[in-house]
C-alpha cells in the first residue's frame, strides 16, 4: 500500500547507438524502451543518437507496468539537450517553465505519445502526498482525477508526452486535475427490517458502539444474515481519509475506485480460499479482509471455512493488518475489519428447535462445533445464540430504525475517543484497568462469573471491554453491576 519513489536516471554517451535499462526492470520495463523511442519520434522529437543508459533506483527493488515510459522520455529529452527547464529555483513544478526536481511523475506512453492511465494512481497520490510533501504529481489524464481526491496535494493532468514537455519548458500549462465526483453510495439496508430477535439486535448494537466482534448462532431463517448486512449502517461514517484508504485497497485488488462514506461490508463464501481471504497471489493482491478495512467482515456458516483459512485471520484480527512474504518483499495491506461470523447450531440446523427435529449424531455436532478454534473463539468478544423466528414477531410493529441506533453508536464512539482515543475493542491489558474502573459489586459479579465459567484471562478481558462499552452506552463512567452482569452473558453459547 505504499508506492515507492523510483529514481529514473538517464545517461547519453559517445559508442554505438543502444538503449539499456537496468534496475532489475522486468518484461514490461524492457518493453517501454520500444514505446518510448516511438513515442519520442511521434511527439516531434529526435531519438538520441549514442549509447543510452536508463537506471531505476533503488536496483533492488521489483518494478512492474509501464509507468516509468514518462520519466524515461522526459530524461532523454533532458539529456539530448531538446528539453530545458530553468534552474529549480526559478519556478514552482505546478508552473510553466518549472523545474522538473519537485515534480513525481508516472505514465505509460503510447506509440503516438498519448498518456495511458496508470494502476492504483490513489496509492500513489496517498504516498507523494506522505512522502514528498510540496511535490506537484503528474499523472496521465483518467488517473489524475482520482489522485486529486487527496486533499494538500497539487496534482496536474496530462495528456501525451509533448504536453508535459511543453510545461516543463515554459511553452505550456498542464491543467489541474479535476477530482471526479463522489460516487454516492446506495443506503445501507434498515434495521427495521429485521423482525424480532430483540437479544441479537441488542448484540449488534453494543457490536457497533464498541468496534467488537460478534458471533451469532442460530438456526435457517433467524436472521443472522440480514442482522449482519446491517451493520455498516450502524456505524459511524467513514473519514475522508478512511475513505481514501478503503478506495485505495480496492484499486490494488482491482476493483473500481469509488470514496464511499458507509464502512464497507464484505461477505466471502466459505469456500474462498485462504489467498483470496487474507489477500496473496504472485503480485500480492490484497483478499477479503483487506477489501473490509475500516468495515465489516461478515463470514457466513463459520465451521465451513477451510481450517488453515481460519487460522490465517488471527494474527491480523490482532495486528490490523497483513503481511504477505515473498521471496524478494514482503507486501503489506492494511486490515482493520470488525468480524462478524454465524453459525448454525450443528450441522443441519436444527438443534435445540422446538418444532424441528435434528438428525445430527451428538458425535456430528461435537465435530462441528471443533471446526471453529479456541482461539479464534477467544478473540470474538460478543457470542450470541438467536431463537428461532418467532410468528408473532412478523405481526409486531417494525423494530427502531437504523438512523436511530446509529446515532446512539456515535454518542458512544465519542466517549471512547475523548477517554482513549479508540474503540473499546482496542483496549488491552493495562488499559482495562485503567478504564475499566467499577464498583466493588461489579467487581464481584465479574469475579464470580469468571470462576463459574472457568474463564481465562483472555475471557475476562473480553468480558470488560464489552461491559465498557455497555456503560458507555448507558453515559456511565463507571462499570456498575448490571453492564458487567449483561457483559458476561455474551459468551460462547453451549453447542
Ligand atoms: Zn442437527
Same mark, same amino acid.
Given at each position: ?145 482520482? /489522485? %486529486?481526491?487527496? @486533499? &494538500? +496535494?497539487?496534482?496536474?493532468? #496530462? !495528456?501525451?508526452? =509533448?504536453?508535459?514537455? $511543453?510545461?516543463? *519548458? ?57 442482522? /449482519? %448486512?446491517?451493520? @455498516? &449502517? +450502524?456505524?459511524?461514517?467513514? #473519514? !475522508?481519509?478512511? =475513505?481514501?484508504?478503503? $478506495?485505495?485497497? *480496492? ?57 488453515? /483459512? ?10 490490523? !493488518? ?8 514482503? *507486501? ?164
Amino acid at each position: 500500500m505504499h508506492a515507492h519513489e523510483v529514481r529514473v536516471e538517464t545517461h547519453l554517451g559517445p559508442g554505438l547507438p543502444g538503449f539499456n535499462v537496468v534496475g532489475l526492470a522486468d518484461t514490461e520495463v524492457r518493453e517501454s524502451r520500444e514505446r518510448v523511442r516511438a513515442a519520442i519520434i511521434n511527439s516531434g522529437f529526435e531519438f538520441p543518437a549514442g549509447r543510452i543508459t536508463v537506471n531505476l533506483s533503488p536496483a533492488d527493488m521489483p518494478k512492474e507496468s509501464g509507468r516509468f515510459d514518462l520519466p524515461i522520455a522526459l530524461g532523454l529529452l533532458l539529456a539530448s539537450g531538446q528539453l530545458a527547464p530553468p534552474a529549480a529555483e526559478d519556478a514552482k513544478p505546478s508552473t510553466p517553465g518549472a523545474s522538473l526536481a519537485d515534480m513525481v511523475l508516472a505514465g505509460e506512453l503510447s506509440l503516438t505519445g498519448a498518456l495511458v492511465p496508470v494502476a492504483a494512481p490513489l496509492v500513489i497520490a496517498l504516498s507523494v502526498a506522505r512522502d514528498a510533501p510540496g511535490a506537484t504529481l503528474i499523472l496521465p489524464a483518467g488517473s489524475a482525477e482520482q /489522485a %486529486a481526491w487527496v @486533499p &494538500g +496535494l497539487q496534482v496536474l493532468s #496530462a !495528456r501525451s508526452l =509533448a504536453d508535459v514537455a $511543453a510545461h516543463a *519548458a515554459g511553452a505550456g500549462q498542464l491543467p489541474n486535475a479535476i477530482p471526479r465526483p463522489w460516487p454516492e453510495a446506495p443506503p445501507a439496508p434498515c434495521l427495521s427490517d429485521v423482525r424480532g430477535q430483540p437479544g441479537a439486535r441488542r448484540a449488534l448494537e453494543v457490536a457497533a458502539a464498541g468496534g467488537h466482534s460478534l458471533l451469532m448462532m442460530g438456526p435457517p431463517g433467524a436472521g443472522k444474515t440480514m442482522l /449482519a %448486512a446491517r451493520l @455498516p &449502517g +450502524l456505524l459511524p461514517p467513514l #473519514a !475522508r481519509g478512511q =475513505a481514501l484508504e478503503a $478506495a485505495a485497497v *480496492a484499486a490494488m485488488a482491482g476493483l473500481p475506485e469509488a470514496l464511499a462514506s458507509q464502512p464497507p461490508f464484505r461477505a466471502p463464501h466459505h469456500s474462498a480460499s485462504v489467498a483470496a481471504l487474507v489477500g496473496g497471489g504472485g503480485r500480492p493482491r490484497p483478499g477479503e479482509i483487506s477489501l473490509a478495512h475500516h468495515g465489516v467482515l461478515f463470514l457466513d456458516e463459520l465451521p465451513e471455512f477451510s481450517r488453515r /483459512a481460519l487460522e490465517a485471520l488471527r494474527e491480523p484480527l490482532e495486528a490490523g !493488518r497483513v503481511v504477505i512474504a515473498r521471496a524478494l518483499y514482503a *507486501a503489506q495491506f492494511p486490515a482493520r475489519f470488525q468480524l462478524v461470523a454465524a453459525m448454525n447450531p450443528c450441522p443441519c440446523g436444527w438443534r435445540g428447535h422446538p418444532a424441528r427435529a435434528c438428525a445430527c449424531t451428538p458425535d456430528q455436532v461435537a465435530r462441528y462445533a471443533a471446526k471453529i478454534s479456541g482461539p479464534l473463539l477467544d478473540r470474538i468478544d460478543l457470542h450470541v445464540a438467536l431463537p428461532p423466528s418467532d410468528p408473532d414477531w412478523m405481526a409486531a410493529a417494525p423494530g427502531e430504525a437504523s438512523d436511530a441506533v446509529r446515532a446512539r453508536v456515535i454518542q458512544c464512539r465519542d466517549r471512547q475517543q475523548a477517554r482513549q482515543g479508540k474503540p473499546n475493542a482496542g483496549l488491552a491489558g493495562a488499559e482495562l484497568d485503567e478504564f475499566c474502573a467499577m464498583d466493588d459489586e461489579a467487581r464481584g459479579l465479574l469475579v464470580q462469573a469468571m470462576r463459574r465459567l472457568k474463564g481465562s484471562a483472555r475471557a475476562m478481558h473480553r468480558a470488560l471491554r464489552v461491559a465498557r462499552t455497555i456503560a458507555d452506552l448507558d453515559g456511565q463512567d463507571r462499570l456498575a453491576a448490571r453492564h458487567v452482569a449483561q457483559a458476561v452473558q455474551y459468551r460462547r453459547p453451549s453447542v
